[in-house]
């Protein structure tokens, strides 16, 4: 006596696998397969982190590079052991920022460079005189083609000196730079004008220490204060610091 095989009842609804031959069954498992596509995520993710880490190297190389702030030349505005980030693109494009009317350096701009007496050092100063300027200093003033400066970043504590010197002509592709701490900075004052292939960045961000991190402003907005006269003598016309000759 043959026993009847007991159908079993269909998966979906009344459709089964065995009504279409070309229905393929798979078994979900370990394959090769399933290996192979783990590897080849893998591949792709450390590819992805190889082009991560050559961009990376590529903007800290000729875009922005981090710079450790040494000793208290720029106080009370950066301090010794902040950690910044400069532009650098300025030192690749200055000619072409130049040619095409773009001023890419700016008085007040804070800037890395390496000084000519010592190219082996990196200092950080802010820029007081530009090109074809004449810079005089009178009694701690700063004197620009005959204009005094109003420079609110400086700490009258800081700025004890009343030292004088005579004007200097600021040459073409030269940079008259000083420190803001102008009791204790060796600048141009010093050891003479920064040449402008020298400079290889300008201060854009504090990032360390977290609590203080901030963009470095470049402080353009100077106002030449009225030269001293007499009670009845007429007052000097204003002048506006863009209007100096460059």
Do not use: C
Request: charged share 25%.
């Amino acid at each position: 006596m043959f026993w009847r095989k007991k159908k079993r009842a269909p998966l979906f609804g009344g459709i089964t696998a065995d009504d279409d031959r070309d229905i393929e069954i798979q078994k979900p498992g370990a394959t090769a397969e399933s290996h192979g596509g783990l590897w080849a995520e893998a591949r792709l993710l450390f590819r992805d982190l190889i082009f991560a880490l050559m961009f990376a190297t590529l903007v800290v190389v000729f875009i922005v590079q981090p710079v450790k702030v040494e000793g208290t030349s720029m106080l009370p505005r950066l301090h010794d052991g902040e950690r910044i980030f400069v532009n650098k693109l300025i030192y690749y494009k200055l000619p072409e920022l130049k040619r095409y009317g773009w001023p890419a350096l700016e008085r007040g701009d804070i800037i890395v460079f390496w000084p000519p007496h010592d190219p082996d050092k990196s200092y950080v100063k802010r820029i007081i005189g530009l090109p074809g300027e004449t810079v005089e200093i009178r009694n701690g003033r700063i004197i620009v083609n005959g204009q005094e400066l109003s420079e609110p970043y400086l700490d009258p504590h800081l700025n004890a000196s009343q030292s004088s010197q005579s004007p200097v002509q600021v040459q073409q592709h030269y940079y008259f730079v000083m420190g803001d701490n102008r009791d204790n900075s060796s600048d141009s004052r010093m050891w003479g004008l920064v040449p402008e292939k020298y400079i290889y960045g300008k201060a854009l961000f504090r990032y360390w220490p977290l609590s203080d991190a901030s963009l470095i402003s470049h402080e353009t907005d100077y106002k030449v204060k009225q030269p001293d006269t007499a009670p009845d003598a007429p007052p000097a016309p204003t002048i506006n610091p863009r209007d100096i000759e460059r």
